[in-house]
């Protein structure tokens, strides 16, 4: 099973654990919301773009809340659980895209209740979350009021963007990852001017 799979069955299970109203990291969402995102993402390719698209955020919206009031809890979760449909792009491209999406979901839910910890991840998700960091920083931090430098504890620079006073930020792939995509519980700490570290902090990052 790959990781993908493996993140996406850790996340079902949660969700089924948690039911469809409890909160998410997610602004104003909640697991029901979060669950008719991703079938929206996965089964709606006439909505999907909006989900980047601000142009198109409109319609894409009005979709997700059609599914969510088409959909009980338990369908949706099925949904998603089964994963992209045979006609989604998603189907082929699972292993690939999939891997952040569903590591930062499941942790949308894990860290939105309360006495939550860093899950130890095996040594392939580790890898494959590595893999994932430059790609989003490159979408989520090129606009920084700092030059951003993601690294893990041993050093190893993982991704670098953004412009201005240099700004190093550590923490394990898998926090790293949920820091590019703006979620504010990442276990990661900030050195660098502090004017510059400041102003990372309170810069929109994400999608």
Known sequence: MSVARRERAALVATMRGTGPDAPTLCEGWSTRDLAAHLVVRERRIDAAPGILIPALAGYTAKVQEQVTAGNDWAELIDKVASGPPAYSPFAVLD???????????????????????????????????????????RMTLSKSPARVSLATPDGKVLATAGKGAPVTVTGEPGELLLFAAGREPAQVTLRGDDDAVAALRAARRGL
């Open 95 to 137: 292993p690939l895209v999939n891997v952040a999406e569903m590591f930062i979901h499941h942790e949308d839910v894990r860290r939105a209740g309360t006495n939550w910890e860093p899950r130890v991840l095996d040594d392939e998700t580790v890898k494959a979350l590595t893999r994932q960091v430059a790609q989003f920083a």
